[in-house]
Structure formats: structure tokens, C-alpha cells
């Protein structure tokens, strides 16, 4: 789905959306996102309920100069560790293209609203979106751990809310994508949200963390590295940090596509 090439320090990646897209491409630097700067070179579409038209391309360099990569020791096939039982993987959201503007005419300036404004405005949207579907459900603003500080996190709770995160978490990006969509409507630039099923990121990004953890205690004890099974590039990224400055093994990502995995190596 997401192609990546290195330019210097920069990685250019393209994804289903834009967030996919900047997702692939901090899991491939090993970075958070408040430590690069993005540049959308084209937003991508697609309409609701997953349906892709065109992929979204993203060129992420990181502010600073990146720590010097430790050169791979000669090692043998390594072991594959099994993930948590994954619940479903992450989040996606999308940019809509731009609307093009006739001839002569002058653009209209953005939009400004105010922290409180959008964070409500987007409350609102889901909500709406969730009645509109008969889904009995309430919206609440919280925290988002490991984001830029601009994202605005909304949580969903009620019953049997699993079918808000369905196969490999599409009904939750898709969520996200379609709440986007409605606040951006209001607003410039694009916002950044993050829509959550009863916290299932939070625990899913412990359960990796815990395994992460797990996995580089046996590399330190065996001397061999440790290949984690295929996971989405969100899921890659939240491996990558949890042992970012760990001072005895080091993490690399391999494989392509949807085969894309984490191995864990130790330090020489």
C-alpha cells in the first residue's frame, strides 16, 4: 500500500491517507511526530466506508540530524515472536482535495477557530455521525498520549462498541476519516483528530510496548534477534519507540507491504 524512499534524511511515503502515510514514514525514521516536519505533496481521496481513489503522499525529515545507525551484526534467521491477540490496528484519516478556484478570482482566506471551537465542533460531528447510524454511543474529549499537541482525541463509549473498530481497525479509520471530512468543512487547515473505542489505542499501544519489552529481554539474553510478526505501520512506530533508548538492542524495519515487521537486534 505505502512506498517508501529515503532521500537524505528525508522519507517520502505514500499511504490510503495522509495520516497512513505519516505513520509509515515515522515508523521507518523512529520518530514521534512532534520531532519531524511534514509536507503533503498530494493529500489523496476516497470516498466513505473505505473506498480509495487515489493514495496520499507525504515527504517527513526530522528536525534534527538522525542518530548514526548501528551496523546489523551477522546473525542468523531469526525467531518469531507472536503479537498480543490484536483487538484491530489503528487510525487512518485523509486531507479532501482542494477545491479549485475560478480564474481571477482570489482565494478566500482560512478559516481560524479557536482550540475550544474545533475541539467542540468535532465532538459534535461524531456524535451526529453515530445517532445518524443508530448507534447508541457518547462522545468525549481525552487526552491523546503520544501525538502532536494540536490532536484532539474523541472517545466513544457504550455497548458492544467492537463494531466501531472492525477488520483490522477499518470501521475505526474510517470513523476518523468521515469526522475529518465534516469538521474541515468549517476549518482550515485540515484537523488533526484521533477517534478511539473505549481506549482500545491506549491498551493496544501498552500490549506492544509489554511485548516490545519482553522480546529485547530474550535478544539480551540469547545474543539473537527477534522478528516480530507483520503489524501496520502504527503499531511498527509504538516497537520502534518503546526501545528507542534501550542501550543493548536496537530495532529495524524489513519486509514490504503488508509483510512489513519489526526485528529486534542486538547492539554490538
Not at 9 to 32: F, I
Request: glycine share 6%.
Amino acid at each position: 500500500m505505502g512506498e517508501k524512499s529515503a532521500r537524505g534524511n528525508a522519507v517520502e511515503a505514500r499511504g490510503r491517507t495522509v495520516d497512513e502515510a505519516v505513520a509509515r514514514a515515522l515508523a521507518e525514521l523512529g520518530l514521534e511526530r512532534d520531532a519531524v516536519e511534514v509536507e503533503v505533496i498530494r493529500p489523496g481521496s476516497r470516498g466513505l466506508l473505505g473506498l480509495l481513489s487515489e493514495e496520499a503522499v507525504v515527504k517527513v525529515t526530522p528536525k534534527a540530524a538522525l542518530p548514526r545507525t548501528v551496523a546489523a551484526p551477522t546473525w542468523k534467521k531469526p525467531a518469531t515472536a507472536e503479537l498480543p491477540a490484536p483487538a484491530d490496528e489503528f487510525e487512518d484519516s485523509d486531507e479532501p482535495d482542494a477545491q479549485e478556484e475560478d480564474e481571477g478570482e482570489q482565494a478566500e482566506a482560512p478559516v481560524v477557530r479557536s482550540d475550544n471551537e474545533l475541539a467542540q465542533r468535532s465532538v459534535e460531528s461524531l456524535q451526529g455521525l453515530l445517532d445518524h447510524m443508530g448507534i447508541k454511543a457518547r462522545v468525549t474529549l481525552e487526552p491523546v498520549d503520544d501525538a502532536s499537541p494540536d490532536t484532539i482525541g474523541l472517545n466513544i463509549t457504550g455497548s458492544d462498541m467492537g463494531m466501531l473498530i472492525g477488520r483490522q481497525g477499518e470501521t475505526l479509520r474510517d470513523l476518523q476519516f468521515m469526522t475529518a471530512l465534516m469538521v474541515s468543512r468549517h476549518s482550515q487547515p485540515w484537523p488533526s483528530l484521533m477517534v478511539d473505542v473505549e481506549h482500545y489505542r491506549a491498551r493496544r499501544r501498552k500490549a506492544l510496548t509489554d511485548l516490545a519489552r519482553r522480546m529485547a529481554e530474550r535478544v539480551r539474553t540469547t545474543g539473537q534477534p527477534v522478528s516480530l510478526e507483520p503489524m501496520p505501520a502504527d503499531e511498527r512506530r509504538i516497537v520502534h519507540i518503546a526501545l528507542k533508548d534501550d542501550p543493548d538492542v536496537y530495532t529495524e524495519s524489513t519486509g514490504v507491504e503488508d509483510k512489513r515487521r519489526v526485528v529486534i537486534l542486538p547492539r554490538q
